[in-house]
Nanobody, 121 residues
Framework: QVQLVESGGGLVQAGGSLRLSCVAS????????MGWYRQAPGKQRELVAT???????NYADSVKGRVTISRDNAKNTVYLQMNSLKPEDTAVYYC???????????????WGQGTQVTVSS
């Protein structure tokens, strides 16, 4: 069974930094796109950043210049380095990955359980 497990959330003051990690475990062939999403109270889940297996990245406008997504394919891990955090970054952050289980022709989307990030003003 494939699982995504996030870590690294917490409480930080505005202007501070946090680094989130998400590791994929279980039996699978390969991982495609990995990404981070967030959901604030009363709001819909939104994209933060994604990274392709080859390293190409995409960021939401709201975090550009403050956030860096990276991955270690050998460790099946994706990271999110967040700097200059703002109170509006407060949300539950979810890891997402497209995983090829039995064949490279079919991929499944998996989500982590979420990790809380709280930025105090």
């Amino acid at each position: 069974q494939v699982q995504l497990v996030e870590s690294g959330g917490g409480l930080v003051q505005a202007g501070g930094s946090l680094r989130l990690s998400c590791v994929a475990s279980g039996r699978f062939l390969s991982i495609g796109v990995m990404g981070w999403y967030r959901q604030a109270p009363g709001k819909q889940r939104e994209l933060v950043a994604t990274i392709q297996s080859g390293g190409s990245t995409n960021y939401a406008d709201s975090v550009k210049g403050r956030v860096t997504i990276s991955r270690d394919n050998a460790k099946n891990t994706v990271y999110l380095q967040m700097n200059s955090l703002k109170p509006e970054d407060t949300a539950v952050y979810y890891c997402n990955a497209e995983i090829f289980i039995m064949t490279m022709r079919v991929r499944y989307a998996y989500w982590g359980q979420g990790t809380q990030v709280t930025v105090s003003s």
